[in-house]
């Protein structure tokens, strides 16, 4: 999306692998590190995030070893015998190491020279190839002069470039590789130590409306999984630009809360993903910038957002808590399944049931128990499934059983499951990344409707409803529709007045409850179908 250049700073203590980078990428100042424990990163927006969840410390481990140089040392390591490859003409050594502690990094070493090519390690959602260049020795270390990190499934490519090098003794004080704060770009309408603002819950979106370079409202997801996002057609409206994927944001407003000078990055969603029917499409999606500098409430009952800045944030009375972590940009808590533990996202913008993982499933032997559950294409399984947040339980949560992806989310080699938004319509969430806690207290019935027609729905930007797919011997099959059929009108009211959202919260009616649909397939004349609710998944 873009060449950008900049200047790059780093201090790494070859003995313990602890590191601190510093790097400017046009007008955005960017930071990681590792501090001997734990690693951190500072993003464009200013945000600093510690990954301190199980899995991220291990990757921290195996960092910290490359950085380090653990393979010219065969202590607390464990190692494949080497297998000769050949690759563009060369010849290479690949070994696979394990640090103690750490996670598995395949190393290719150049057969000639017997120095590291590139080594690649398996990250959350992704493999991460970093290649090395230009060896020289600089009082006798050997070092590579050019350092290239490519994400191949985001197609993502970063090349650091040495001018010069010192080789010295590192600075003795720790805070020489701590994490920075996140910038203090917060500023309180009247000195307030809180906001409260009204909130909307749309098709499993919960949506906020905010004020961008002093222009608005705009509609805004909450969307705690996720980053600060605005579309190319809400940069537009703001008569603003991008540096390739991102824009600089002078003023977000929320409320009395207003966040000077932000990042947001530039994302040109679908128009499905996008439209809300006759209503202002979204505009963006709010993320991890905001939860950083501030706890949240978000209340069902009241349908407010409370944003408190966390030196004034006091935790609840009541509700369950839950400790916070992070593995990358994903929050996480622990979580069973059934009985089986793992780490679970928590995750607002989810607007689909809870995901459970491929990979967890296949290591919890569950793969036989989800796969007896109802079909919902491309291997999608979905049932009940009792999940626990500590002492909290979801007896019988809808779950939907994905198979492990080879790019994205659902390729995750961490996460358990992704916890929908459909909990948040249930619970008070109460959220505060700095403290790393998270609470729920229940305010509504523990079980969710299903769709109760069968149906599925995306609208189309003439106005009307496409069906996707529709769920074998569900009401909406059965009475004879069909996925490709279109959908002009529902108990009689146009499909131009309605978004897909508005379409799906039909389908969760009363069990027995009629829905007639004005259905057009191919160039047949339209009919009206009689749909009647039952449970597809008691």
């Not at 990954?51 to 190692?79: F, I, M, N």
């Not at 190839?129 to 020795?137: E, F, G, L």
């Not at 499933?361 to 049932?383: N, T, Y």
Request: charged share 25%; aromatic share 8%; with cysteine.
């Amino acid at each position: 999306d873009g060449d950008v250049r900049g200047s790059f700073h780093t201090l790494i203590d070859p003995r313990t692998g602890r590191a601190s980078e510093r790097w400017r990428e046009g007008p955005f100042a960017l930071a990681a590190g590792f501090d001997g424990s734990t690693a951190w990163s500072r993003d464009r927006s200013g945000t600093t995030l510690v990954h301190d969840a199980d899995h991220a410390k291990r990757v921290a481990v195996t960092d910290a070893w490359l950085e380090r140089r653990g393979w010219c040392s065969p202590q607390q390591v464990a190692t494949t015998p080497p297998i000769e490859r050949s690759r563009g003409g060369r010849r290479f050594d690949v070994v696979v190491a394990t640090p103690h502690g750490g996670v598995p990094v395949e190393l290719w070493f150049d057969h000639a020279t017997h120095l590291p090519d590139h080594a690649v390690t398996r990250r959350n959602e992704n493999d991460l190839v970093v290649r090395y260049d230009d060896w020289r020795t600089v009082d006798g270390v050997v070092l590579p002069f050019v350092r290239t990190t490519t994400d191949p499934q985001d197609a993502d490519t970063e090349t650091v470039t040495l001018r010069t090098v010192n080789v010295g003794r590192p600075p003795a004080a720790a805070v020489a590789f701590a994490p920075p704060p996140t910038v203090r770009d917060v500023v309180m309408a009247r000195n307030a130590r809180s906001t409260t603002v009204p909130i909307r819950f749309e098709g499993r979106k919960i949506l906020v409306d905010v004020m961008l370079n002093g222009r608005g409202p705009f509609p805004f997801v909450l969307d705690t999984g996720g980053h600060f996002i605005v579309t190319p057609a809400t940069l537009r409206k703001l008569g603003a630009h991008a540096a390739g994927n991102e824009a600089a944001i002078s003023e977000l407003r929320i409320g009395g809360a207003t966040i000077r000078n932000n990042v947001a990055h530039v994302v040109p969603y679908s128009f499905g993903r996008l439209e809300r029917g006759p209503r202002p499409p979204k505009a963006g999606w709010l993320g991890l910038e905001l939860f950083a500098r501030f706890a949240a409430v978000i209340d069902p009952r009241t349908k407010t957002l409370t944003l408190t800045l966390p030196q004034w944030f006091t935790p609840p009375r009541i509700g369950t808590r839950s400790t916070l972590s992070f593995d990358e940009d994903a929050p996480l808590v622990p979580c069973r399944i059934d009985g089986f533990p793992g780490p679970c996202m928590i995750d607002t913008g989810n607007a689909g049931s809870t995901i459970v993982e491929g990979y967890w499933i296949r290591r919890s032997g569950r793969a036989p128990h989800f796969a007896g559950g109802l079909d919902a294409g491309d291997g999608v399984r979905l049932r009940r499934a009792r999940i626990e947040l500590g002492s909290l339980w979801l007896p019988h949560e809808i779950v939907a059983a994905f198979p492990q992806a080879v790019s994205g989310s659902e390729s995750t080699t961490v996460e358990a499951a992704i916890l929908s938004e459909s909990i948040h319509e249930r619970f008070v969430t109460t959220i505060d990344f700095r403290h790393r806690a998270m609470w729920l207290a229940p305010v509504a019935p523990a079980s969710t409707i299903f769709n109760r027609t069968g149906l599925t729905f995306r609208k189309r930007r003439d106005g009307d409803l496409d069906v996707p797919f529709v769920y074998a011997r569900s009401p909406g099959a059965t009475a004879g529709i069909r996925a490709g059929d279109r959908v002009t009108a529902i108990d009689g009211r146009p499909a131009s007045e309605l978004s897909a959202a508005d379409a799906l919260e039909a389908n969760l009616a009363a069990v027995g409850t009629i829905r007639s649909y004005r259905v057009v397939r191919g160039n047949e004349p339209p009919r009206v179908v009689r749909v009647r609710l039952a449970e597809l998944l008691p």
